[in-house]
Nanobody, 123 residues
Framework: QVQLVESGGGLVQAGGSLRLSCAAS????????MGWFRQAPGKERELVAA????????YYADSVKGRFTISRDNAKTTVYLQMNSLKPEDTSVYYC????????????????WGQGTQVTVSS
């Protein structure tokens, strides 16, 4: 089992930045791939970014490439999502997720989910 707790969401103006954090506990953190999903009202949940167990491989949705950066600190059992140049369309609930391998996250089927944190970008 892996328990995931997100933090760092909030309200920001367009063009601003936020950093989300997800603290993990339970299973050995370095054994799971990590990712961030988001879901806006009336829309399907989508994978925003993901990182492999070692941090050597990453994935980004086209909509966030060049603006968002995912990173992990295995010593602190925490994964981060640095979000820059935020746009109103980035407004969503952001969920941290973990899976046995990166492919599970890529197909939208992680093993574990956090409770979500709201990000609101005003225009």
């Amino acid at each position: 089992q892996v328990q995931l707790v997100e933090s760092g969401g909030g309200l920001v103006q367009a063009g601003g930045s936020l950093r989300l954090s997800c603290a993990a506990s339970g299973r050995t953190f370095s054994s799971v791939a990590m990712g961030w999903f988001r879901q806006a009202p009336g829309k399907e949940r989508e994978l925003v970014a993901a990182v492999s167990q070692s941090g050597g491989s990453t994935y980004y949705a086209d909509s966030v490439k060049g603006r968002f950066t995912i990173s992990r600190d295995n010593a602190k059992t925490t994964v981060y999502l640095q979000m820059n140049s935020l746009k109103p369309e980035d407004t969503s609930v952001y969920y941290c997720a973990a899976g046995d391998y990166l492919g599970r996250l890529r197909v939208g089927a992680p093993h574990y989910w956090g409770q979500g944190t709201q990000v609101t970008v005003s225009s």
